[in-house]
């Protein structure tokens, strides 16, 4: 497969004159990409140096335009100290633009702590997640048959640095990989597939590979999901949360055969599946699992003090390219969630993501419906999303609720943190509908009073 | 209230009346709230769903309806149903209900209380309960007195056979028609007991209500005629009738007419003749009443031989007027369900697909029993208390209870109207029987403690000559609630105030033994604990399950089945939107409205011919089968099988009414092919073309696999075929308890053969290739 590999390079001199163009370089970078699920997990230790004659503040990540579309998430992470005396330093990092990228090369711009003096050198760890990046190979696959996926990415990183020594991990789920591309030194150990070390790569160098394997881990995608939190200053805090599920793997092609799935398990749907899990608040109560047309017997909860674990079934299971819908609600104790800042403001702390493990949503929006007559709300989230505010009428309202909208895409388990909203709040707005109702009950009663006593006939009898 | 307010104030009767009125109401409230919280069994047993299957179809029209607004549901023709017919539902609906349950969702969300459709639609038939028991004691409270209205509703608020029809969740046109019924009820007794044009007028649009309702309402329309020809037949004519009748003929025809599924209906069908016919007849005796009144006596018998000469060839001629309307409609002006009403034997004979449908049976004894339990014991004893005094309310309950004992008799379903009459007549004996008992005891007593007091040497024997005043004097400590209560019926009544009275001093006379009073009573409240036993039960076990969710206790917890809610999710979101779905009828509603998926013949049973079409598909060989569903244009046929877990209400047991129905109009099909010396069955005796049918192969396909006999548990036997390959089916889903299962239809194969095909296969794009070749049953 040699034929099949090309190494681009572009002009030193266009690289330099880049924002950020310090002389850096990569003395030594290893690269591990987890394929064993769905979400592909990339841990890409760098130690960088700087060769320039300036202090270097901050280093550059560059991903193939293939790639940056379906980057969830960058995480960096400086390391100082020894091997057992090892500290993490979380790094600033941040999409940024470059004006003359290479083929749409997306990048993303990390600041160090402390800027790189020339000569220096520092280990980074870096993070990545890819979703949608597993292909299924063929594309439809019958009931009896396993999952095959391809995975495409470079052998050699993509970066705008010189790279001194570089290997790469590939970790399958299983040892059946059907092929690899081989860019010598390449080889395959068990469900590793090592490529390099490759010595001394320029700039921008690409070695497209494609990876065949098979991957019967549950595709777990959700389309859509709307979290809404709705905050009672009454003692609760209610979520109510609509899926829109689907089965992201190969497609199911022809017969669905009940014997089949229930007798023959091991051979038949292994890449289908029927049960998830959802890691919920602890204390939670009030749980319920239901679609548009009814409810779900099949589920189970188990509460414990750190975390409770929902475990449930859709209606039916789901093989590739199957579809459910359905919602899950559920009440946990206002105190865990909602305190008062030192301002006098309240903060509502909440966990974003998704419940669901090991699942990608393609589209989460998470809706915070504040108590009737809250003011002035602000949000604080470690990352950016869309934001906007509705208004909502709930039961009895008048003027309605303020509702914090914010929308992300392309959202992992590793969004899962937490996140506040911030509001004032008078408490005697909790009286109104309380009031309202008691003063409805009076004037009924006021009103059938009035009608015993007065007499409405013309003639006197 | 104007009866407290005419009054003085300050003195004890009056305050007697005030509190009574209070307490009476308080009870009626906790009437309602019983009527209410004893429906609910269904959402604390299982979840707040929507139950079985004509409540799907109603749920459904019911969102259309809160999502585009009335006139748009005016106008709906439905393509999702019928396929490729289509019905026009705006017109074929009775919209009562629909639109009852969308105005309280839209008055509830336009005051910011954000209830889902379904839940509205879940709890309006237990409020409609509660305020049909509260109608029911306006009724009986016309007839007889608060005390027996208060009996009445208590007794309807938890009779089974209402609460079959009304459990939270049942969303049918009989939840809100029974009360109408009922409304309507009272209300022709209040105008008749008042004569006044008012209740007339509310009593017109009352009708207009049921009529919306439930096609019931032509039960109204004969019983009230019926009920003023008794009245004038035994000389009772008084323009109070006149009043209470002419106006709901003329307003309530014309409203009638209103509603689409009606319309010109309500003149032109026999079944509303009888109203027309003593409308005529209503005249002419007013007309008799009035000419008597003016003329001399002498003059008005010379009148009366003109006129009877005169009258005798117009009624000849209107008569003949009328037999030829009815001779000039189909099915001589009656509805195939009315017929099959007056001539019970009428459906089973001519009409299958009402024949089919369990509810039209005649009920069985045991199903009386279940139904109104007690009330069966007490209705006669209610008759004869209506017969003294018969007064014109009292001749129409009576009429009442024969014709829904009638009726009831002839189909099962309708035992629903039978159960409020029951209610009112054993209401009034329960008052009446309590009223006897509670003034004898309380005439003994005081007579008893008299004797002590004054005259201790007084026999026992004493007490009939001063029956009167031993009462009067002492009888109000014992129980203030009950005098207070008669009190105020007779404040209230003055129309039939003579009448009470005479009861009242003739139940003086009737003075029982102390202790056989108390016996009696306590057997009477024993009774009473009884039948709300019963009826709770009922409510809790009989008819509170949903029937698309079914359980089961075993020794290791409780099953849930939930397969037909798992099998419609699978088609709403597995399947193409525009993906038509063949079934039997049965799951027509519940496929169109929680799969979203046209059907092709659903419950609502218009055209018979689609539905034979749909039977003789599933009672073909498999080509013949396949040929008729891929000319109709469906993609999926699905079967319901309850092999596999024992549930016997599924297609295999229903086959033989899809292969009657379907030979009704496709000759080929002949009932005798499937069955083996008269008997029905599927295993290795059953005839070849039982065994070769669609819904066979499509039921049993593949079943012996699961326990490698392949035994049946519904029909207890092991199957006759048991391995066989389905060629021009494929089996695309089927539930976690098999009991749904959904084949797609393979497309058509190509003609080519042999070398030919190969060739083409060569050319042909790779995934093509590829699922032939896979495919085992080509």
Redesign the interface.
């Known amino acids: 497969m040699a034929a099949r590999i090309w190494i681009f390079s572009v002009a030193v001199a266009l690289f330099l004159s880049f924002s950020s163009g310090h002389d850096l370089q990569i003395v030594n970078a290893e690269r591990r990409i987890d394929l064993s699920s769905h979400i592909v997990n990339a841990f890409l230790t760098l130690k960088v140096e700087n060769i320039g004659k300036d202090p270097a503040a901050d280093m550059l990540l560059a991903f193939p335009p293939t790639q940056i579309k379906h980057l969830s998430m960058v995480q960096a992470m400086a390391i100082t100290g020894k091997k057992k005396k090892k500290t993490y330093l979380p790094l600033d990092v941040k999409p940024t633009e470059q004006p003359d990228a290479p083929n749409d090369t997306g990048y993303f711009l990390v600041s160090f702590a402390t800027p790189l003096t020339p000569g220096e050198t520092v280990t980074l760890e870096v993070l990545y997640i890819l979703t949608h990046s597993l292909e299924p190979f063929p594309s439809e696959i019958a009931q009896s048959e396993s999952q095959l996926v391809y995975y495409r990415d470079s052998a050699v990183i993509l970066s705008p640095y010189h790279i001194k020594q570089q290997t790469t991990f590939f970790k399958t789920p299983s040892a059946r990989v059907e092929s690899f591309t081989s860019v010598d030194p390449a080889n395959r150990a068990g469900k590793e597939i090592k490529y390099g070390p490759y010595e001394d790569r320029a700039p921008y160098s690409y070695a497209p590979v494609i990876v065949h394997f098979e991957n019967n881990s549950p595709f777990v995608v959700v389309e859509e999901l709307v979290r809404e939190i709705e905050i009672s200053h009454w003692g609760s805090l209610q979520i109510t949360e609509h899926y829109r599920l689907t089965h992201g793997g190969a497609r199911h092609k022809g017969v669905f055969s009940r014997v089949d799935y229930q007798s023959r398990r091991s051979i038949s749907g292994s890449s289908s599946f029927n049960a998830l899990l959802a890691v919920l608040p602890p204390k939670v109560n009030s749980v319920y699992y239901r679609d548009n047309i009814g409810n779900i017997s099949t589920s189970h909860l188990r509460t414990g003090f750190k975390k409770s674990e929902l475990e449930f079934e859709p209606r039916y299971p789901l093989f590739g390219g199957w579809r459910a819908t359905f919602i899950i609600g559920y009440r946990v104790p206002l105190e865990d969630y909602l305190f008062e800042a030192p301002d006098g403001r309240r903060y509502l702390n909440f966990t974003f993501g998704c419940p669901l493990v090991e699942t990608i949503v393609n589209k989460l929006t998470i809706k915070v419906v504040l108590p009737e007559g809250s003011k002035d709300p602000s949000t604080v989230l470690p990352f950016t999303v869309n934001q906007d505010l509705q208004v909502k009428y709930s039961y009895l309202d008048i003027v309605g609720r303020t509702v914090v909208v914010l929308q992300k895409d392309n959202v992992v388990p590793t969004h899962n943190v937490p996140f506040q909203v911030y509001y004032t709040f008078k408490p005697i707005y909790m009286l109104a509908e309380p009031f309202m109702l008691v003063s409805a009950f009076f004037f009924v009663f006021v009103a059938s009073l009035a009608y015993v006593h007065i007499d409405l006939n013309i003639v006197k009898k | ?1 104007a009866a ?3 009054l003085p104030p300050g003195t004890p009767s009056a305050m007697r009346n005030a509190f009574g009125t209070v307490l009476s109401a308080l009870i009626l409230v906790l009437i309602g709230v019983l009527a209410f919280s004893i429906r609910l069994f269904s959402v604390i047993k299982y ?1 707040s ?1 929507i139950h079985e299957f004509d409540p799907y179809f109603n749920y459904r029209v019911t969102q259309f309806l809160s999502k585009n607004g009335i006139y748009e549901f005016w106008n709906w023709f439905d393509d999702r149903t019928w396929y490729p017919l289509g019905r026009v539902i705006g017109g074929t609906v009775y919209p009562g209900l629909t639109l009852t349950a969308g105005t309280i969702w839209w008055v509830l969300n336009s ?4 209830l889902s459709v379904e839940t509205v639609c879940v709890f309006t038939a237990p409020v409609f309960s509660a305020f049909a028991s509260w109608a029911t004691y306006l009724l009986t409270k016309e007839v007889k007195g608060s005390g027996a209205g208060l009996a009445a509703a208590a007794l309807l608020a938890m009779v089974p056979s209402y609460i079959s029809r009304s459990v939270a969740g049942s969303y049918d046109n009989e939840a809100v028609a029974i009360f109408a019924l009922i409304f309507t009820f009272y209300l022709y007794i209040k105008t008749l007991n008042t004569g006044s044009l008012f209740y007339a007028t509310l009593n017109a649009i009352a009708y207009f209500y049921m009529v919306c309702s439930w096609g019931g309402y032509t039960f109204i329309i004969n019983l009230i005629p019926m009920h003023v020809l008794l009245c004038i037949v035994t000389g009772r004519y008084s323009p109070r009738l006149y009043i209470a009748y002419a106006p709901l003929v003329v307003l309530g025809t014309l409203l009638a007419a209103l509603v689409p599924v009606v319309g010109f209906n309500a003149v032109l069908t026999s079944e509303h003749f009888a109203s027309f016919l003593v409308f005529i007849i209503i005249h002419v005796v007013a007309l008799v009443y009035y000419i008597k009144g003016i003329l001399t006596p002498k003059m008005f018998k010379v009148a009366v031989t003109l006129v009877v000469s005169i009258g005798l060839v117009v009624c000849l001629i209107v008569v003949a007027v009328l037999v030829a309307l009815v001779a000039s409609s189909p099915t001589g002006g009656w509805s195939g369900r009315s017929l099959s009403l007056l001539d019970p034997t009428y459906a089973s004979k001519y009409i299958p697909i009402i024949a089919s449908v369990s509810e039209h049976q005649p009920p069985t004894w045991p199903s009386y029993f279940m139904d109104i339990n007690v009330l069966a014991f007490l209705v006669p004893a209610g008759i004869i208390a209506c017969f003294s005094p018969l007064s014109d309310a009292s001749s129409f309950v009576v009429l009442y209870i024969v014709m829904s004992v009638y009726f009831s008799g002839v189909m099962v379903r309708l035992m629903l109207v039978l159960a409020p009459a029951a209610c009112i007549m054993s209401g009034i004996a329960l008052s009446q029987a309590f009223d006897v008992f509670t003034g004898s005891i309380k005439y003994q007593l005081s007579s008893k403690s008299k004797d002590n007091a004054e005259d201790n040497t007084s026999t026992k024997n004493a007490p009939k000559d001063d029956a009167s005043s031993g009462k009067t004097d002492k009888g109000e400590e014992v129980s203030k609630e009950r005098s207070s209560k008669k009190g105020k019926k007779k404040e209230r009544e003055p129309a039939e105030k003579l009448s009470v009275k005479s009861k009242i001093v003739k139940k003086k006379a009737l003075v029982l033994p102390l202790e056989a009073s108390i016996v009696a009573l306590l057997l009477l409240i024993m009774l009473g604990a009884f039948y709300v036993i019963h009826c709770v039960w009922a409510a809790a076990e009989a008819y509170s399950a949903p029937s ?2 079914l359980t089961s206790q075993s020794h290791d917890g409780l099953h ?1 089945f ?1 397969d037909f ?6 088609l709403s ?2 399947t193409d939107v525009d993906d038509k779905v063949a079934s039997w009828w049965d799951y027509g509603y519940q496929t169109t409205a ?1 799969a979203n998926r046209t059907v092709i013949v659903d419950n609502n049973t218009w055209n018979n011919t689609h539905i034979a079409t749909v039977g003789t598909a599933m009672s073909s060989p498999e080509k013949a089968a396949w040929e008729i569903f891929n000319s109709l244009d469906v993609k999926y046929v699905l079967v319901v099988f309850g092999g596999v877990i024992g549930y016997p209400s599924d297609d295999i047991n229903k086959f033989l009414w899809m292969v009657r129905i379907g030979g009704g109009e496709f000759p080929h099909i002949k009932e005798a092919d499937y069955l083996r010396d008269g008997q029905y069955r599927i295993d290795s005796e059953a005839t070849p073309t039982m065994l070769n049918c669609l819904m066979y192969k499509l039921c049993y396909y ?1 079943f012996v ?2 326990d490698g006999k392949g035994y049946d548990r519904v029909r207890r036997t092991e199957i006759g075929k048991k391995y066989f390959k389905l060629t021009h089916f ?7 308890h ?1 009991m749904v299962r959904i084949y797609k239809l393979k497309p058509q194969k190509n003609r080519i053969r042999g070398r030919v095909k190969k060739l083409k296969q060569k050319t042909s794009s790779g ?1 093509s290739s590829k ?1 032939v070749k ?2 085992p049953w080509m």
């Open positions: 209230m407290v307010e005419s979840e769903v005051i910011n209380i954000p698309i969710v849930v939930d809610r798992e099998s419609y999710a699978w979101h597995n929680m593949r696999e699961t494929e089996e695309v889903f089927t539930s976690h098999w995934v699922s896979k495919n």
